[in-house]
């Protein structure tokens, strides 16, 4: 079991999953970095995080498809010894295969805009134990037609955290991936989700703090969609092309 390094800096800080991340790593002892656009959103989250855990807490602000992932770091004024990535958009999928405009927004906010930052943040980070953390998706396991452009730019962030674990590794910097399945959260609020596979934020704040510690390369938050995404993988292309998945 390792500590996580501090300060942990979790990126697309506003959503529901990053403030369950903040709280949990805070709960560890690590010092937090919040990043997200309009973080002055964020301060009464730091104050809280401050109080309750004695640790420093603060927000920066960030829009990782617009902004320059370089000169972020060299004002940052830390070098961060955890980096978690939770930016991500969902969109609708139906719309996006007609309209160009949100079918690049959705890419650039899944793949594009993280890939840049998290190479990035690859350049700078020099601790060994030192650790980057993407909040992929089961999406990315396999293309489907229901959600064919959300899930082929996780499909990339996969691949390129897979990369990173691979080069990184040699420098002593681990590098995890995290497939949350279906989360409760306000990006889902008014979807009918299926409660067996649908993780709560602080569940999945507890397990990627929990593999973060043991090392883990890859997790899937709900256990059960190991195996359901196995079987969605190995369905042969003929019959998969039949189906309506």
């Not at 656009?37 to 960030?62: F, K, M, N, P, T």
Request: charged share 25%.
């Amino acid at each position: 079991m390792t500590q996580p390094l501090s300060p942990v800096l979790i990126v697309g800080g506003r959503s529901d999953m990053a403030r369950a991340l903040a709280r949990a790593y805070a709960a560890a002892g690590c010092e937090i970095i919040l990043a997200a656009r309009r973080s002055a959103e964020l301060q009464d989250d730091c104050s809280d995080i401050s109080i309750r855990h004695g640790v420093a807490a603060r927000a920066v602000e960030l829009d990782v498809v617009a902004d320059d992932a370089d000169d972020f770091f060299r004002d940052l004024g830390a070098e961060p010894g955890t980096v978690v990535m939770v930016v991500g958009l969902l969109g609708d999928q139906a719309a996006a295969v007609q309209d160009d405009a949100l079918a690049e927004a959705i890419m650039a906010s899944n793949y594009v805009g993280p890939a840049r930052f998290l190479l990035a943040a690859a350049r700078v980070m020099r601790r060994e134990g030192a650790a980057i953390i993407g909040i992929s998706s089961v999406a990315g396991d396999r293309g489907r037609g229901s959600n064919l452009v959300y899930g082929s730019a996780k499909a990339g962030f996969t691949a390129l955290l897979s990369g990173l674990r691979n080069q990184l590794a040699t420098r002593g910097i681990h590098v995890m991936t995290v497939k949350p399945g279906f989360v409760a959260t306000r990006m889902t609020a008014g979807m009918d989700l299926p409660k067996p596979l649908t993780a709560q934020p602080e569940e999945v704040a507890r397990r990627v703090l929990a593999a973060h510690r043991r090392g883990r390369n890859e997790i899937y938050v709900k256990p059960v969609w190991r195996p359901i995404m196995r079987i969605i993988r190995e369905i042969p292309e003929p019959l998969f092309k039949r189906m309506k998945l």
